[in-house]
């Protein structure tokens, strides 16, 4: 039954959208976070760009949107976009590398969970996306994770179908050249960083060098804030010597265990029982071939219940 606010219909209406807003927007809140944090690589800028998104929601008129979730996704792609373009300047005076802000849960993902986070959100792969302009990674990200076709994607980011498809097709490429192409079960991911543990916890060159790729690679995100290698890590035996050195000087200090990183297994280490910081591992089953480490307490902040 319709009810008449101060003589106006219209009034009744709108009512009626703001009170419903929360609802619709929560219904599509999960896929939002994912486009937002994959584009971004932070949770936090992920979180001010929902909230932003949410503002120009109940300021519009939903009745007036032909479809709710293509307004939605628009306006925090566009968003996303704008975000990085302005980032840009503060990446490139990053003291150190720079590496996504960690996202951990205290069990492994379910499959509800990797439903509503799409596919892939590892480190190494977020990484990889930091190399794309911000509307390629857009294109990207919402035709080879999200599944929009090229004509959505195309009113999302202002382009046409065909540039679009163009635009994906390279970014795929660039991604393809730079990921490994190994399938590795979870269990032997985990067994390996079981591997990993007790040899840096020993500290012994040899064990943590039989476990590493010779082209291993170490990338580390102190953010200028805490003491970090500033330059990547490369070959077996100079990481070796750096997780063996780390070893021998603060020995039982330093711990480590095993936890749930951005959708894979990954490993927290702690110092006098503090969260010090993740590491993300890429491995083919049987040998690491990349550490990425972050230690920006910037970064870490949000994860100190684990």
Known sequence: MLVRLDGMTNRAYAVTEIMDAPDTFNAHRPRLFGIAYRMLGSRADAEDILQETYIRWIESKPSEVRSTEAWLVTVVTRLCIDRLRSAKTEREAY??????????????????????????????????????????????????????????????????????????HRARQRVREQRPRFAVSRDAHAGLLQKFIEAVSTGTREQIVNLLADGVRVTTDGGGKVPSVRRILHGSDPVARFYAGVGRKYGERLSYRVAEINGEPGLLRYFDGKLESVQSLVSDGTRVLDIYIVRNPEKLKELSQF
């Open 95 to 168: 003291i150190g590398p720079w590496l996504p802000e960690p996202l951990l849960s205290s069990e492994p993902s379910s499959p509800d969970r990797a439903a509503e986070f799409a596919s892939d959100i590892s480190i190494a792969f977020l990484t990889i996306l930091e190399r794309l302009a911000p509307e390629e990674r857009a294109a990207f990200l919402l035709h080879e994770v999200f599944d929009f076709e090229y004509p959505e994607i195309a009113q999302t980011i202002g382009k046409s179908p065909a540039a679009c498809r163009q635009i994906v």
